[in-house]
């Protein structure tokens, strides 16, 4: 055969060749191999099919088990009632794999029973189950179980746990105890003062019979935690005037802005209608946070330019409240440097605009403090006090802190009650400061 004439050459046209061969070899392979698997797998099928109606039927007694007089009977057809099993229709995938066993396993054979149970158990359509709702703690310790997640970091690295580790596992303390309680307390956040303070009155109140008993060193620390807190102040009343005027001071970062939005919320969930003065003109972007937070509480904002007079945009927003009877007017202020004595000055003219703006007012000036800055909290709110009337402290981001202490040593040298703590990031974990729940969530993981 002449191939000079084709446009491609004779090894190149007996490869083509060879391909095109092999292609339909294996095409005709691969069909009659699909045609084979078919025909056996409907074979298998009918097999299948016909199983049921060539056994017996089993009568089955409560629960599943067998009628009694069958007994005997079933144990010989157990081969093929595990062929029936795998067949059934709750069970497609195993009767169609074509893998049922061709023997029942010999615990099968001597207890068919309870064999057929439990390799078929019966699914009874679930009913919805009632959980009586357990009974209502007391307000105490529903309180105190609310505030112990939020001092959690406080308890296990702060002065308390480091205290607890020297009191741990002794039945007796040694007369070196009151010199390892002082270590402790002086390199603590609650201050040089109160540490001292502390250890003069374990050495002066404590028989030496209680120095020695861990337990009766532990309840003295607690039980002058709870003094140290518990001032004698009066409850806020936010219906004694109206407006009521709160001005919020701090400096920035606190979480002062953050507290004034929630303890709107907190107002307004009592009925009260609430205004928000932006008197912080010169950070940037913080009326528009607080106009978030009066956008969420549904409270009345008023702001003015950005870089305008603190006491002008203050005093416009409590005449506000006067005319339009609003019953609480919170006023922000720019979040002030202590150690800049002009801008120490500037929080006081602010105060006077507000004695001018409504008769008595503020009627409570509340410091935010944030307690992550440990003994500096300390230093700030002493500067602070020096300059302005402050009758509360707000201390913040204790869930985010071990230096919780610090709030003994701001109660214990400045005379000032705290009137709020912060544990969260949600309204509710801005929670009203009760010393007794404090001491009691602060103290409570360390008992035994």
Known sequence: M??????????????????????????????????????????????????????????????????????????EAEPEAAKEEEAAPRRPARALSGHAPAHAPKERAEK??????????????????????????AAKEKAVSALAPGLARTRSSGFIARLGELFSGRK??????????????????????????????????LTRRELKDPDAVWAFLRRRSAEMLSLPAPDVDFSSAKPFVLLVIGVNGSGKTTTIGKLAAKLAGEGKRVLLAAGDTFRAAAAEQLEIWAGRTGATMVRGKEGADPSSVI????????????????????????????????????????????????????????????????????????????????LTKLDGTAKGGVILGIADQLRIPVRYVGVGETVDDLRRFDPEEFVEALFAPLEG
């Open 315 to 394: 005093f416009d927003g409590v005449k506000r409240a006067a005319t339009e009877s609003f019953d609480v007017a919170i006023a922000d202020t720019a979040g002030r440097l202590h150690t800049k004595t002009d801008l120490m000055q500037e929080l006081q003219k602010v105060r006077r605009t507000l004695g001018k703006a409504a008769p008595g007012a503020p009627h409570e000036t509340w410091l935010v403090i944030d307690s992550t800055s440990g003994q500096n909290a300390i230093a700030q709110a002493q500067i602070f006090t020096e300059a302005m009337a402050v009758s509360g402290i707000v």
């Open 172 to 205: 007796e303390l040694d007369a070196s105890i009151v010199d390892e309680i002082e270590k402790v307390l002086l390199t603590a956040d609650i201050g040089v003062k109160t540490s001292q303070k502390l250890l003069e009155e374990i050495r002066s109140s």
């Open 2 to 75: 002449d191939f000079s004439s084709l446009p491609i050459s004779p090894t190149e046209l007996y490869e083509l060749i060879a391909v095109v061969g092999g292609v339909g070899v294996t095409g005709a392979l691969g069909v009659l191999f699909v045609r084979r698997a078919r025909a056996a797998r409907r074979r298998q099928i009918d097999a299948v099919d016909e199983v049921p109606a060539a056994l017996p039927r089993r009568q089955a007694g409560p629960k599943g088990k067998q009628a009694e007089p069958e007994k005997e009977a079933d144990r």
């Open 112 to 137: 068919p029973e309870a064999e057929t149970v439990a390799a078929e158990p019966e699914v009874a359509p679930r009913s919805a189950q009632v959980i009586p709702f357990p009974a209502a703690p």
